[in-house]
């Protein structure tokens, strides 16, 4: 399987990519699906629960930092900050050394809230990857890094 062709002779994708690109849908409408759950149910998606949690965890972060944390785009966090400020979860407060720093801290409320929400991925995942070995979730997390490296990289999505 070393030299995998992208293409078969008549110009058709590979059975192979089809086939990750199908098993690449259902993982990613299962999550969808989740954070719409979650939405309805607890009034945050996915999105929103990972940036508050980032914000939790690493403290006071400036907007900027928190977009390369959660690999998301600038307008994308920007909005969900904009959300989460609006229901009091997180605040943005200026730093006193540099009055034109805003950093993204969380509130009480976004305290406690963190510790009634459910976990931001479906149990159902948690409850199956916990059936694995220690070295078969190293190569899950492994073998969806790579492919997330394979299509993060901005200059070759032009396509």
Not at 33 to 38: D, E, F, N
Not at 57 to 83: F, Q
Not at 97 to 113: A, E, N, P, V, Y
Not at 137 to 156: C, P, S, T
Request: net charge neutral; aromatic share 6%; glycine share 6%.
């Amino acid at each position: 399987m070393n030299e995998t062709p992208r293409q078969n002779g008549t110009g058709m994708v590979e059975p192979l990519f089809i086939h990750l690109t199908k098993r690449l849908r259902v993982i990613a409408r299962a999550f969808n699906k989740y954070s719409k759950y979650l939405q309805e149910h607890h009034r945050i998606t996915i999105p929103q629960v990972i940036c508050l949690r980032e914000v939790h965890e690493h403290g006071p972060l400036t907007l900027g930092a928190l977009t390369r944390i959660v690999s998301l785009n600038n307008s994308t966090v920007s909005g969900i900050v904009d959300r989460l400020e609006k229901q009091e979860l997180l605040q943005r407060v200026r730093t006193s050394s540099d009055r034109r720093q805003i950093h993204l801290q969380m509130t009480d409320k976004g305290l406690h809230f963190l510790t009634t929400i459910p976990t931001p991925v479906p149990e159902r995942f948690i409850e199956g990857m916990s059936r694995f070995s220690d070295s078969e979730i190293d190569r899950i997390v492994w073998a969806v890094d790579q492919l997330a490296e394979l299509l993060g990289d901005e200059e070759h999505q032009q396509q």
